[in-house]
């Protein structure tokens, strides 16, 4: 998403915006000659957790993962005649895949709070930005679950309801300098 699609223009605006966004890189944010900037790209650092957490849900949900923790669970299941199928070798089975479980929970917890609230900012700015939207809709998700309520009627009752084509007058454009 492009800061100036809401109508920021200068630099220190954007950084603003970004900053009232809770930090959350929405994108990338293009500086543009008209900002006194290149027309260079520029991208907040995640950190280093996010870079981690990131790559090993990426890679922990890869296809070759997947068939090697699969060739893992066929071998221990094989050996368990040659180990008397010992509680040793049950232990082994159920130590290692409640340490994984239990590290990958946050990980994947991490990544998927990163990816919602990226989304929801997204989302927010699409709201932002058209005209027939209700406005109340943006920060939904920090609302009361009443409200949630409430707001589901809401729109299955406007589903029932004819609609519109947009038009492009509907779409808020930023303010010319």
Known sequence: MEATA?????????RRFLDAAGGVPIGDVKLGASDGGSDNTRQQDPGAFQRFARAISQF??????????AALVLIWAVS????????TWQLVINTSTTIITFLMVFLIQATQNRDNEAVQLKLDELINVTREAHQDMIDLEEQPEEVLKRKHEEMRRHRNEPQQPASEASIRRPRSP
Do not use: D, N, W, Y
């Not at 890869?62 to 090697?68: D, M, N, R, T």
């Not at 005649?81 to 509680?87: R, V």
């Open 6 to 14: 809401i109508g920021l223009r200068g630099t220190a605006e954007r």
């Open 80 to 87: 368990g005649p040659a180990f008397g199928f010992s509680e």
């Open 60 to 69: 922990a949900g890869s296809p070759i993962v997947f068939a090697a923790a």
